[in-house]
DNA sequence: CAAGATATTGACGTTAACGTTAACGTAATA
DNA sequence: TATTACGTTAACGTTAACGTCAATATCTTG
């Protein structure tokens, strides 16, 4: 069905919920918890969704902030923060300090990361060296 | 009984249940259920856990894994990893491969961070023209 | 020595994020 | 036209990561 899509509405870019189910490697059932949760609003062809690229996006956005270990939850939070960003002076504010709350949370994430990222590093550097002194065994320092 | 340490056992660093409880901000709760999951080893007094330092550093280490979003089980199969980092050959090639594969996880999920931080702000820069343009109100030009 | 405070071990409860049938409709295809 | 592929809703099942009692033991402190 990809297929015929490239034919009939490429500009339109509509996805079946298969398209991206295998795009983004997952299940279909899972792109459905997703619009449960309000995640997603595909349209409809009588029963069956049709996703426009914004819900693209949204998927794409949801499956990055999974990764970084937030729930469905908060993503959808921050998906309402974004949609429902008013136009008056308190909303902005408002919004504002949401988006500074968020960023610190991330900032800190990207320590947490730096750090084992330095640790793997060691640990990696540390085996090398064990590698590179004896060709079949070694006695490392074995510290406690 | 942190003070009675302190003057007790100041070098050997014994900690109870509470002591990291309150430190690291999380209930006894979730710290036995660390253990129960094999990430932690306290000694006992009696019945009594007796956590040394290196069960310090383990749940630093774990609770930074879980920020990142990585599941018990994940983080223990790491601690697992460096522990029995046996000395023969190819344990440490195997060590090796584990660990290339982890950092790739981890350097995936730092473009993740480097892409949310981006759109972050981003929105940031947005409001704040809006709220340096009208004093009170303003009209976004507000595209889908 | 009674009352907290702090510890323990069960064991059942809860929530999130899907997995897994089941029962069914529709559409292209051999 | 029967099969195959893809879609639907509904509903129960599962796993992880604890929460929440309950019953009990041990200090220590007024």
Redesign the pocket.
Same mark, same amino acid.
Request: hydrophobic content about 30%; overall charge positive; glycine content about 0%.
């Given at each position: 069905?990809g297929q015929i899509n490239i034919l009939q509405r490429t500009m339109t870019s509509v996805y079946?919920?298969?398209d991206l189910a295998k795009e983004f490697e997952i299940?279909? %059932?899972?792109i459905?918890?997703y619009e449960d949760?309000g995640l997603l609003n595909p349209q409809r062809d009588g029963?069956? %969704?049709l996703f426009s690229n914004r819900d693209r996006v949204r998927l794409k956005l949801a499956l990055r902030g999974?990764r970084l270990g937030f729930?469905?939850?908060e993503i959808r939070e921050l998906f309402d923060l974004y949609d429902n960003a008013g136009d008056e002076r308190p909303q902005l504010e408002a919004l504002l300090s949401k988006l500074e709350r968020h960023r610190a949370q991330l900032e800190q994430r990207r320590e947490d990361l730096n750090v084992m990222l330095s640790e793997i590093t060691f640990f990696e550097n540390q085996c090398r060296k064990l590698l590179a002194a004896g060709p079949n065994k070694a006695k490392p320092g074995a510290s406690q």
């Open positions: 069905m079946t919920i298969t299940t279909t %059932r899972a459905r918890h949760e029963s069956n %969704r999974k729930s469905l939850a």
